[in-house]
């Protein structure tokens, strides 16, 4: 390979890599926005048995769809997080067909990309902790659903508002950060 077409080769991989780095950050915009803007909102009234639980229902499954939504962009970016570093891995070796295991390896000249890996790393681990609290406040919302269709219960609106709490409070507001 030519020193023009290594240098060509050099430049689609770093572009791809800043490609990849922004998809992130947009899905994981998107997806906090769909917490804050969608999930949220549905979760800040209090949910009653009787004659509010049609409504209590509605809202329920508006916000379920958000957190699925949420969940699944930040899913998304994760993947694409992977993507990402193996691109760095292969395109910033020696040999692109023997890639490096680690991004320390990379040479000073990769300067911006293992800080890019860096910030990468602790996106990863914040998006995994938001699906893990959007997973919590998902099943509270299913232990809401499944209260309401027990109005008899003694202090089923007590429980569900516990529920809603701990979904809207602990949970959501823990994912959103």
Known sequence: MSEREREMAEEAW?????????????????????LVDNAR?????????????????????????????????????????????????????????????????????????KNACAKLRGAEREAEEACARIGMCSGHLETISLLLDHENLPGVNDLIENERLDAAVDDLLAAIG
């Open 14 to 34: 770093r572009e791809r890599f800043r490609q990849r780095v922004a998809e992130v950050d947009d899905l994981f915009v998107e997806a906090f926005e769909l």
């Open 41 to 113: 909102i549905h979760l800040e009234a209090q949910m009653l048995v009787g004659a509010a639980a049609a409504a209590a229902r509605a809202r329920l499954q508006l916000a379920q769809g958000a957190l699925e939504d949420a969940s699944g962009k930040l899913a998304s970016a994760m993947s694409l997080m992977v993507g990402a570093k193996l691109l760095v891995l292969r395109g910033g070796s020696h040999d692109p067909l023997m890639p490096y295991h680690d991004i320390g390896h990379l040479g000073d000249e990769y300067a911006a990309e």
